[in-house]
């Protein structure tokens, strides 16, 4: 009985909050089907596939042979930035025709998991696999392609949720993961704008304006396109954050406890797009996530109104870690805590 009421395929649970912020909590979610289970899993696979040798095939970037005053030289070509390799030789030839054939080889593969995955996705789609919305997944698609993804920005907000689900194996009800909004938490200690070409070029706009050309930066704060979908680039609270972007392009808010998140460990998962697409995600660990939320619940400049929201959030993500994930709330478990969020584990266990 006990089983079941954890492990159901409905979980409901009338949960007490913070007095005057959220005085009880029913969270619906639901368990995946033995049918999903195994397309996820199926998918993920195929996807890790193409994703691995996508990125291979642009990191070989091309090679081209090019003639001046009657003389062969080879040029190397990445991101746009052309280098010379020489004057032609046996051995830059010979280094030219291995690079055209790992060059086939992974175009090959990328064709091939590429249709694959094309097959999958209205399978995914009628299964109800595809969660994110297309435009939070081809934003996440555009920064994984630049290498931005989990090495300079993570994902905060509500959209992390949707790690969550395919860590658990649940799809919460819409009312949790609906937003018209995606938080995108900048880890300052890295150089954003110089660890990738086209955003050192573009910026951050440039970068969502590939997305959907709509995209306007509104004084800078946050960007926002025709639907009214608004990116917000957050960061730590910090007095020396050292940027070189192009002029107009997006400031990173600061966000109180940012670091925090930052600190965690992070959870990289492969989810699907509301285009039955795979796409890679990557948020703070599940715990750190709900422990944060809670503390912004507390805080005074909070807006009253997204108090309910974020003390909903923090209870069901911990509950998602302790039931599904068996992750304990415990400092020892969790030696990257600052004590403000040791202070709230005991409201969440």
Request: hydrophobic share 40%.
């Amino acid at each position: 009985m006990i089983f079941q009421e954890l492990c159901g395929k409905y979980l409901r649970r009338e949960i007490t909050a913070q007095p005057n912020i959220f005085q009880w909590l029913t969270m619906d979610l639901e368990e995946f089907t033995n049918e999903q289970r195994r397309q996820l899993v199926d998918v993920q696979q195929v996807f890790k596939g193409w994703h691995h040798n996508s990125t291979a095939l642009r990191d070989l970037g091309t090679m081209r042979w090019q003639t001046s005053k009657g003389r062969r030289y080879l040029y190397e070509v990445h991101d746009e930035v052309r280098k010379s390799l020489g004057r032609e030789t046996p051995e830059l030839a010979a280094r030219k025709a291995k690079h055209d054939d790992e060059r086939q080889k992974r175009k090959t593969l990328v064709k091939g998991l590429g249709a694959r995955l094309d097959k999958m996705a209205p399978v995914n789609r009628a299964l109800g696999l595809g969660r994110i919305p297309a435009i939070a997944a081809n934003i996440l698609r555009e920064l994984d392609r630049e290498k931005l993804l989990g090495t300079h920005i993570i994902v905060a907000g509500t959209n992390a949720l949707y790690a969550y689900e395919a860590a658990t194996g649940t799809v919460l009800e819409s009312q949790h993961v609906a937003t018209t909004d995606a938080d995108l938490l900048w880890d300052t200690r890295q150089s954003l704008l110089l660890a990738a070409t086209g955003v050192k070029r573009q910026g951050i706009m440039g970068l969502l304006r590939r997305v959907d050309s709509t995209f306007e930066a509104d004084y800078g704060l946050n960007a926002t396109n025709r639907d009214g979908y608004i990116v917000d680039l957050l960061c730590p609270e910090t007095d020396d954050i050292q940027t070189m972007k192009p002029a107009a392009d997006l400031e990173a808010v600061q966000m109180a406890g940012a670091e925090w998140l930052l600190a965690a460990p992070q959870l990289t998962e492969t989810i699907v797009g509301a285009d039955g697409w795979p796409l890679r995600i990557v948020v703070p660990e599940p715990r750190t996530f709900a422990l944060h939320k809670l503390w912004v619940s507390r805080r005074p400049d909070r807006q009253p109104l997204k108090r309910p929201r974020d003390v909903a959030h923090a209870r069901l993500v911990a509950d998602l870690a302790r039931t599904y994930l068996q992750q304990p709330m415990t400092a020892k478990a969790m030696p990257w805590l600052p004590k403000e969020l040791k202070a709230l584990m005991k409201e969440l266990k």
